[in-house]
């Protein structure tokens, strides 16, 4: 999100696109769910409720995950392989940069490679699609956002490499 948008204006600015490419094979997930900000920040509208669909993704290296950016996500600690979790993330923005948001210099930007480099693609892969059971692990957190608790219920299944889950109940965010 941009934070000074929600600073100065109370305005939840999101990218179009959220981008997690993981650079390791270990740490934690990363866990997508379809709640979203409200537009206006502190407003009458919440993000809580309950959780239909979502997305685990495990680390791999190369893996490049992309999701829309309004989507709450985050890793999900205490799962996945022991290890740092090393990722790149990159979010695309249309019609709006983040107010404090410039441009790479250049003697930083030559590190990271000529852009007539040829890049190696994988072939896309769909995930595979679970519907959780009640009886999976649960994954039960609380997290802070603008001063702002919430408290996440949702049933993991087992590990996966990358799924989309559907939860029928028992999924929820709500205020902590």
Same mark, same amino acid.
């Given at each position: 999100?941009d !934070?000074?948008?929600?600073?100065?204006h109370?305005?939840?600015?999101?990218p179009?696109?959220? =981008?997690?490419t +993981?650079? #390791?094979d270990c740490?934690a997930p990363?866990?997508?769910?379809?709640?979203?900000?409200?537009l206006?920040?502190?407003?009458?509208?919440? &993000?809580?409720? @309950?959780i239909?669909r979502?997305?685990?993704?495990? @680390?791999?290296s190369g893996?490049h995950v992309?999701?829309d950016g309004?989507?709450?996500?985050?890793n999900?600690?205490?799962e996945?392989e022991?290890?740092?979790r090393? #990722?790149?993330?990159?979010?695309v923005?249309?019609?709006?940069? &983040?107010?404090?948001?410039?441009?790479l210099?250049?003697?930083?930007?030559?590190y990271?490679?000529? &852009?007539?480099?040829v890049? !190696?693609? =994988? @072939?896309? !892969?769909?995930p595979?699609q679970?519907?959780?059971d &009640?009886s *999976?692990h649960a994954l039960?957190?609380?997290f802070a956002?603008?001063?702002?608790?919430?408290?996440?219920?949702v049933p993991l299944?087992?590990? +996966? *490499? #990358?799924a989309?889950?559907?939860?029928?109940h028992s999924?929820?965010l709500? *205020?902590?």
């Amino acid at each position: 999100a941009d !934070e000074f948008a929600v600073d100065r204006h109370g305005i939840n600015l999101h990218p179009h696109l959220s =981008t997690v490419t +993981y650079l #390791t094979d270990c740490g934690a997930p990363t866990l997508i769910v379809d709640r979203r900000n409200p537009l206006s920040a502190g407003g009458e509208a919440s &993000p809580c409720g @309950p959780i239909r669909r979502g997305m685990l993704s495990f @680390p791999r290296s190369g893996k490049h995950v992309v999701f829309d950016g309004q989507l709450l996500h985050g890793n999900v600690p205490g799962e996945g392989e022991e290890g740092e979790r090393v #990722t790149l993330l990159v979010n695309v923005w249309l019609n709006h940069r &983040p107010s404090i948001c410039h441009r790479l210099p250049p003697e930083t930007a030559q590190y990271l490679g000529s &852009p007539d480099g040829v890049a !190696e693609l =994988t @072939p896309l !892969e769909a995930p595979s699609q679970k519907v959780a059971d &009640p009886s *999976d692990h649960a994954l039960r957190s609380k997290f802070a956002w603008r001063a702002h608790m919430f408290k996440l219920h949702v049933p993991l299944p087992a590990s +996966y *490499d #990358t799924a989309v889950i559907g939860w029928s109940h028992s999924a929820r965010l709500d *205020d902590a």
